[in-house]
Nanobody, 123 residues
Framework: QVQLVESGGGSVQAGGSLRLSCAAS????????MGWFRQAPGKEREAVAS???????SYADSVKGRFTISKVNSKNTLYLLLNSLKPEDTARYYC?????????????????WGQGTQVTVSS
């Protein structure tokens, strides 16, 4: 079992930045596929970014070049740096994980989920 707790959301103006954090209850640096997802009101949940056990990353086209996913072993923490934010980035952002040693794809099925943190971008 892995418990995940997100933080770092907030309200920013367009063009601003935020850093989301996801604290895990156990070591997630190796042997886990980790990802960030988001869901806006009235819309389906979408995958934003993923990172695998070896640090390889994948991004949704809508955030490529603006968002960066990373992880820190010593802190059991996953991060998502959000730059050049747009109003359409407004959503609740969720951290997720599942045990896996291979390449982590955005289409994968994630087993463990956090409660989410709200990001609101105003124009």
């Amino acid at each position: 079992q892995v418990q995940l707790v997100e933080s770092g959301g907030g309200s920013v103006q367009a063009g601003g930045s935020l850093r989301l954090s996801c604290a895990a209850s156990r070591d997630i640096y190796r042997g886990f596929c980790m990802g960030w997802f988001r869901q806006a009101p009235g819309k389906e949940r979408e995958a934003v970014a993923s990172i695998d056990s070896d640090g390889r990353t994948s991004y949704a086209d809508s955030v490529k070049g603006r968002f960066t996913i990373s992880k820190v072993n010593s802190k059991n923490t996953l991060y998502l740096l959000l730059n050049s934010l747009k109003p359409e980035d407004t959503a609740r952002y969720y951290c997720a994980a599942f045990p896996y040693w291979g390449i982590c794809r955005l289409e994968a099925t994630f087993h463990y989920w956090g409660q989410g943190t709200q990001v609101t971008v105003s124009s």
